[in-house]
């Protein structure tokens, strides 16, 4: 699997300094996805797991209303003809999250607009979510009489259980606010929508610039400690430091990083 352009139809791909850029593309749709969209990121994914040109991915959309709004509800997203048998039911989440797909590279998702259920597959998965002044989120399933249970189970642990609760039994009747997203720790940080792009990039380059096996194994020992106890989790974290020590000797930092000033957050 390739990065160029010409091997996806419904996502942008750009890839410099390190940082891939990846823009959902179906504006028109409310970029929305649909089955050629979770085709895209399969192969995607496959081919950012082999590079090692990539260091960073960026996941925004295409300028319009919506950051995504899920699944398009009139294509759908199986293949035509393409229905399970009920033990090998699969999931667009399967597909879509760099997680999923055993992509440790750090994922960093820049939301403008509705960000509505499906939406939150790539939300639960990123490693920086920032979104701009007049984003909003909401799930909008029981709406449309459908049950609600992969996107907001795998937002537990980021986001207290009543605000997911409460998202999803109002359904499409009350949407969260930026502020209120940065208050329950559903995005870090609010942007002018203007500045929401090059935000995200800024963010992306000052992690590239870090060695790329640290910062992967820092990525991975910190998703899969949430799933584990306590205990477990911390005895797991040395065995990644064990690891990281073998496999990665220990360098300084760039001269770029060393005379940037720090921030306040």
């Given at each position: ?8 139809s419904a ?13 959902l ?5 409310a ?12 192969n ?32 759908g997203?199986?293949?035509?003809g ?39 597959y ?8 920032i ?12 709406k ?52 929401l ?9 000052s ?9 992967q ?23 990644y430091?064990q ?5 990665s ?13 720090w921030?306040?957050?």
């Amino acid at each position: 699997m390739t990065m160029q352009q010409s091997d996806y139809s419904a996502i942008l791909v750009d890839l410099a300094g390190g940082v891939l850029t990846v823009t959902l593309n179906r504006p028109d749709k409310a970029n929305s996805f649909n089955q050629a969209m979770i085709q895209d990121f399969r192969n995607l994914w496959t081919a950012v797991r082999d590079s090692q040109d990539v260091r960073v991915v960026v996941l925004r959309a295409a300028e319009g209303k919506a950051f995504c709004t899920g699944v398009d509800i009139r294509e759908g997203w199986r293949a035509p003809g393409a229905e399970p048998a009920p033990f090998d039911y699969d999931d667009p989440g399967d597909w879509l999250g760099p997680k999923s797909n055993r992509v440790w590279k750090p994922f960093i998702v820049a939301v403008h607009g509705m960000a509505a259920g499906g939406a939150f597959y790539w939300l639960n998965e990123a490693d920086i979510a920032i979104c701009s002044e007049e984003a909003t989120f909401f799930d909008p399933h029981l709406k449309f009489g459908k049950l609600s249970s992969v996107e907001p189970i795998g937002a537990l642990g980021r986001i207290p259980y009543q605000e997911i609760s409460r998202m999803v039994l109002l359904a499409d009747e009350e949407r969260i606010s930026a502020a209120t997203a940065l208050r329950m720790s559903l995005v870090t940080e609010i942007t002018r929508r203007e500045d929401l792009w090059p935000r995200a990039q800024a963010l992306a380059e000052s992690i590239a610039a870090r060695e790329p096996l640290p910062t992967q194994g820092s990525v991975r020992a910190l998703w899969e400690a949430q799933s584990l106890p306590r205990a477990q989790a911390v005895s797991n974290a040395v065995k990644y430091i064990q690891i990281s020590k073998a496999t990665s000797p220990v360098k300084p930092a760039p001269a770029s990083l060393k005379s940037k000033p720090w921030t306040l957050r």
